[in-house]
Nanobody, 126 residues
Framework: QVQLVESGGGLVQAGGSLRLSCAASGRTFSTYIMGWFRQAPGKEREFVAGISWGGGITKYAESVKGRFTISRDNAKNTVYLQMNSLKPEDTAVYYC???????????????????WGQGTQVTVSS
């Protein structure tokens, strides 16, 4: 069982930056693939970024590539999402998620994840 708690969301102007954190409970954090997803009003939840259990492999949605960076600190049971050059279209509730490590290094589909945080709101004003 893993519990995830996101933090770091807020209101920022276009072009600004935010850093989201996701703290996980449990002793086996390092065995989980982690992902960040987001959901805007009226839209489906979409993949933003994912990171392998060891942190060596990452994957990004095309819409955030070059602007967002996912990282993890297994000693602190925490995964991060550094978001730079934010755009109004990045406005959404951001969720972190965890799934046990498997053959695939990074998982991009939401239904494959077992554990979810409560989400943190990110609002980018124009």
């Amino acid at each position: 069982q893993v519990q995830l708690v996101e933090s770091g969301g807020g209101l920022v102007q276009a072009g600004g930056s935010l850093r989201l954190s996701c703290a996980a409970s449990g002793r086996t954090f390092s065995t989980y693939i982690m992902g960040w997803f987001r959901q805007a009003p009226g839209k489906e939840r979409e993949f933003v970024a994912g990171i392998s259990w060891g942190g060596g492999i990452t994957k990004y949605a095309e819409s955030v590539k070059g602007r967002f960076t996912i990282s993890r600190d297994n000693a602190k049971n925490t995964v991060y999402l550094q978001m730079n050059s934010l755009k109004p279209e990045d406005t959404a509730v951001y969720y972190c998620a965890a799934v046990s490590a498997r053959d695939t290094a990074v998982v991009v589909t939401p239904f494959e994840y077992d554990y979810w945080g409560q989400g943190t709101q990110v609002t980018v004003s124009s």
